[in-house]
């Protein structure tokens, strides 16, 4: 497979996977890079993060454990979630909120499919492409 030629200035596949996965051993860094620099820059609806919150937490006015996250980009869905401590990653293809096939991957593979659909949609999108950018780079 070859990369497309992103200019000068846009970041590479290889770029974003590595950006990726150099917090891939944590989910909850994962919802940290996910929410405060992708889920600002991106269209409203596209990164979800679902919580669950104990009691103390309620209490305490604490938002509480990342449990899942859902990463919606054009007809790609990809979520990652701890199930019983482990981490649970899965890329699913979706059309009008049907989804048509749902695959169970590892959580590299996961970052490397998220970097793709990250590329293609900043392509597309000039606000996709500096949030992506903020990532790769930490500016």
Do not use: F
Request: net charge negative; aromatic share 2%.
């Amino acid at each position: 497979m070859t990369e497309p030629d992103n200019g000068a200035g846009s970041p590479s596949l290889d770029m974003v996977t590595a950006a990726l996965r150099a917090d891939s051993t944590d989910v909850a860094i994962y919802a940290r890079v996910l929410t405060e620099s992708l889920g600002e820059a991106l269209p409203p609806g596209c990164v979800t993060v679902e919580r669950e919150r104990s009691m103390s937490d309620r209490m305490r006015g604490r938002p509480g454990q990342v449990s899942k996250i859902t990463v919606r980009l054009g007809d790609r869905v990809m979520t990652l979630g701890v199930k019983d401590g482990v981490p649970v990653a899965e890329v699913c293809s979706e059309v009008r909120g049907v989804v048509l096939s749902r695959t169970p991957v590892q959580p590299g593979v996961w970052a490397e499919e998220l970097a793709r659909a990250l590329v293609q949609h900043a392509e597309e999108n000039a606000e996709a492409a500096r949030a992506l950018r903020r990532l790769v780079t930490g500016t």
